[in-house]
């Protein structure tokens, strides 16, 4: 920035350090910035559509993760990013193509796996899902020194679901919050969702969001992101009695009034 002040490269890196959770206005100004008047390129439409993700403006999102992933197809990132907005949206179809599409393109990619998993398990998918944690050619790659995934827990999951019994559904979320550490909050709080244990889900992530229960603190630059919460499979969490306050506490109210914008679930 020094040597060139109207460096596109480095302006986009400088806004890309401050995380949007807690920034979200400063965030939309700086990126819908740099957008104007230039020609687009896949980074900065991808964050963009990150960011509207993470305001819930999943219409918008899903359009910037097109453009993102049609200039740079072979970016997985934005292709999964797409397939969560379609999803999140209503449009089956699509996210499912885009998600086989992913699938073969990128069969050990965790974030698709992952992605695709709940996907399946939460349209009723569950034949397809069990073969998914079957294949053991296709499962996610782990680095050597961390241990295997229990995707026997993944299974039992489908099971439970598959029977709709609740003493089998409340087994399978205590086998899941035990192996949390394996899969990450938000994979973990979307299966919970599913399993009818909403309020076991929401006080997850408002430990990942604010830390406490064993959790640490975030840092001020942890990527917090709050876009699951808008998510298809994040219903129950929008129905619970404590979101109004999460929104306001995560400054989405702020940002909402700030910007003339609403969320694609108010509207």
């Known amino acids: 920035m020094q040597l060139d002040v109207d460096n596109r490269d480095a302006q986009f890196a400088l806004a890309g350090v401050v995380p949007n959770c807690g920034n979200l206005i400063q965030k939309d100004r700086a990126l819908l910035l740099l957008a104007g008047g230039q020609p687009p ?125 609740s003493e089998a559904m409340t087994a399978a979320a205590a086998e899941l919050l035990a192996a949390q550490a394996s899969f990450g909050p938000p994979s973990v709080a979307a299966l919970l969702c599913a399993l009818g244990q909403a309020d076991a889900a929401f006080s997850l992530l408002e430990q990942r969001y604010y830390g406490g229960d064993g959790t640490p603190l975030p840092s001020p630059f942890s990527r917090r992101y709050t876009g699951l919460l808008f998510s298809a499979w994040a219903d129950p969490l929008r129905r619970h009695p404590g979101f109004p306050a999460l929104t306001r506490r995560l400054g989405l109210d702020s940002y909402w009034k700030a910007s003339g914008t609403q969320p694609d679930y108010r509207l």
């Open 41 to 165: 390129f896949a980074p900065l439409e991808e964050a963009i559509g990150q960011l509207f993700g993470d305001s819930g403006r999943l219409r918008e999102a899903a359009g910037h993760f097109r453009q993102a992933s049609l200039l740079d197809p072979y970016d997985a990132k934005s292709r999964f990013k797409l397939a969560w907005a379609l999803w999140s949206l209503g449009d089956l179809a699509e996210a499912d193509r885009l998600y086989d599409e992913a699938h073969r393109l990128w069969p050990r990619h965790r974030g698709f796996w992952q992605h695709r998993y709940k996907f399946l398990v939460a349209t009723g998918q569950f034949e397809a899902a069990r073969a998914l944690v079957q294949q053991q050619g296709s499962r996610p790659t782990i680095a050597a020194s961390q241990p295997a995934p229990p995707y026997s827990v993944l299974d039992r999951i489908i099971l439970a679901l598959q029977s709709q019994n």
